[in-house]
């Protein structure tokens, strides 16, 4: 059966299903309860967050619970359960500044989590360092981590990529040298260039800053920065493009700016995304007289732009945008935008979002989509991740009083339409928030996390919400059933039944009844046998033995069938993907699985035998 196959009998009979209730889950349910990964005394500030690959997720923060500030880090399971003791695994409490700069986390291939951020260990100076840890907590990389620069000069907001050769990229911006620094680790921590990397040189007497790093193709990586952090100077944005080497590969080797038309903000960070072509996707906000425009780039693989020089403007309304939040689409070349839109006194505030085609055309019209009418309740700069052929936007909104934010989230698919209505409530305890961040997981829940003051003192706390926009968790379960005259473990499963996922179930003859080479056939139905959790016996049918009768599980009327590779022997099954695509309303649907053996041999003992069944019940 394919897949488009299982996906329209579910869609079909889903209606005469009962669905499961909630299971037990520390994600929570209640937007006023949300999951406290961070409360202790002092305050956690500063989270981010990077989803698994099986669903759960990895959050960090800077906690000063013993003082001076140090650096955290928790692993949640799909269903939110803490890996490790309540409050964090300790990376880092190597001396700090008293004020903070920005840091960077991510999950790589491998699920491990690679931390960059800076600390005085090595004087009062900011001094870069990466830690590797994998999901046990083990400190791949030294419980020191690996120092990225050792010098005098003042080096904030290290960015992190994991290349496609498997290395990982670091980039921060120099301001005594007034370079931008490039650094690789290999896998194992083995820096691949000497001292603190590889440097390109910024403008004459301009310091450069916010830079934002990306992997591209062949192990090379892409590199964006605004040409200078201070308060006079044009602010451009320059970008580069360096190989594994380090070798400057666009523009005959010299940055370049990619917006020069006006100076963006001072302090404003613009936002780049990897094309998945060995190019990358920029995003910024800056000012002409009193109104202000969001504007989008897309850099080639070759460094050419796409889109016009300086880039296009994500709407032609008259309000004021700011913040872009971008998500890239590479099976399209699609990039998704969200922006904070505010009336020209700054006074009013709303949220709108965009789709921006391969040609750079506004494919959700001139003015993009409202998210939030502009009003005035305060909104903050959104957030936003892939969701689906769409992406998942969320935002801080003010409107339980002054400083007492919501947090909300939308979810909009390709075309703009919102794949779930209202906006969730994703937090509704009144209280000052800052920090939001936003991460997806292949089943399409949102992951967000913040800092948050409900305490008294800031905390880190995190919400899930799944893709129909319900928050909490729905987990997809494989439980075996079955009463009697089937052998245990004659049907397996792998993994979990989520949505956007694939699981794996596997046929087996246990007690080597069957030839090798016996053919295997999965059945898929959408109904249990009318015994339920037993089955009907069927005389001769048993994999246990000659004449030994089998037990049928499953309802055939409802059930269609795969048939897989010879069997190759026990404690060999023979596998079946079990593939779900991203939808919501597979979300609860039960199908029931079983297989049987075929020995086709003349003198076959036992020719058909069935195996044991799993229940299989939907979920993220």
């Known amino acids: 059966m394919t897949r488009s196959t299982l996906a329209g009998l579910a869609f079909g009979l889903s209606t005469i299903l009962v669905l499961p209730t909630a299971l037990a889950a520390q994600w929570s349910s209640n937007p006023s309860q949300n999951l406290s990964i961070g409360d202790g005394p002092g305050e956690q500030v500063l989270p981010k967050i990077a989803a698994t690959s099986d669903g759960g997720c990895y959050l960090g923060w800077f906690d000063s619970r013993s003082g001076g500030y140090a650096v955290y880090l928790q692993r949640l399971s ?10 964090g695994l300790l990376v880092s409490n190597n001396p700090q500044s008293t004020s903070l700069v920005d840091w960077d986390l991510i999950c790589d291939s491998d699920d491990h989590c690679v931390l960059a951020f800076t600390d005085t260990r090595a004087g009062g100076d900011l001094d870069i360092y990466a830690y590797r840890i994998d999901a046990a907590g083990t400190f791949v990389w030294g419980n020191n981590g690996i120092a990225l620069s050792n010098n005098s ?54 310091t450069p800053a916010f830079c934002e790093i990306v992997a591209a193709d062949n192990g090379s990586c892409v590199i964006s920065w605004v040409r200078t952090l201070s308060f006079s100077g044009n602010k451009h944005i320059h970008v580069q493009k360096f190989d594994a080497a380090g070798t400057a590969l666009w523009n005959g080797g010299t940055r370049f700016a990619a917006f020069d038309q006006a100076s963006v903000p001072i302090a404003h960070q613009p936002r780049l995304r990897a094309d998945g072509a060995g190019g990358a996707v920029l995003a910024w906000h800056f000012a002409v007289g009193q109104a202000f425009s969001c504007r989008v780039q ?83 700069a959104p957030v936003a991740a892939a969701l689906g052929d769409g992406f998942a936007v969320s935002v801080l909104e003010e409107s339980l009083g002054l400083n007492q934010k919501k947090v ?97 179930l596997g046929i087996t003859n246990p007690v080597g009844t069957q030839a090798v080479g016996s053919l295997p056939v999965l059945a898929l139905a959408l109904l249990p046998d009318a015994a339920y959790p037993c089955g009907s016996a069927q005389p001769g049918f048993g994999m246990s033995g000659p004449n030994v009768p089998g037990e049928l599980l499953i309802a055939p009327g409802s059930a269609a069938t795969l048939f897989g590779s010879p069997w190759a022997g026990p404690g060999q099954p023979t596998m079946f993907p079990f593939s779900l695509p991203l939808g919501a309303w597979l979300l609860g649907v039960n199908v029931y699985a079983q297989g049987l053996l075929f020995d086709p041999s003349p003198s076959a003992a036992v020719p058909i035998g069935l195996s044991s069944a799993v229940h299989l019940t939907i979920g993220s």
């Open 153 to 206: 000069d003042y080096e904030p907001n290290p960015r992190i990529c994991e290349a496609s050769d498997g290395d990982f990229v670091f980039a921060w911006a120099n301001t005594g040298l007034r370079t931008i620094q490039l650094q690789r680790l290999d896998r194992g921590g083995t820096p691949r260039f000497p001292g603190d990397g590889i440097a390109t040189q910024g403008d004459p007497s301009s």
């Open 78 to 87: 799909a269903d939110g359960t803490e890996q490790w003791p309540h409050g």
């Open 298 to 380: 897309h850099l080639l693989a070759n460094g050419s732009e796409a889109f016009a020089h300086n880039g296009i403007d994500v709407s032609t309304s008259a309000g004021s945008k700011f913040d872009p939040a971008i998500v890239y689409r590479a099976a399209t070349q699609e990039t998704f935008v969200a922006w904070n839109e505010r009336n020209l006194a700054q006074s009013q505030w709303g949220l709108f979002a965009q789709k921006i085609d391969a040609v750079g055309g506004l494919a959700w019209g001139n003015s993009g989509v409202t998210l939030l009418p502009i009003n005035t309740v305060v909104k903050f």
């Open 408 to 504: 909300l989230l939308f979810g909009l698919d390709a075309t703009g339409s919102p794949r779930w209505t209202p906006a969730t409530d994703a937090c509704t305890f009144a209280s000052d928030k800052l920090r939001l961040q936003i991460a997806t997981t292949a089943s399409g829940v949102s992951l967000l996390a913040w800092t948050d003051h409900r305490a008294g003192t800031p905390d880190a706390i995190a919400q899930s919400v799944e893709i129909d926009g319900v928050p909490g968790i729905h987990l997809g379960t494989a439980v075996p059933y079955g009463c009697s005259g089937n052998p245990a473990g004659s049907l397996t499963s792998q993994g979990r039944p989520a949505v956007g996922t694939t699981m794996m």
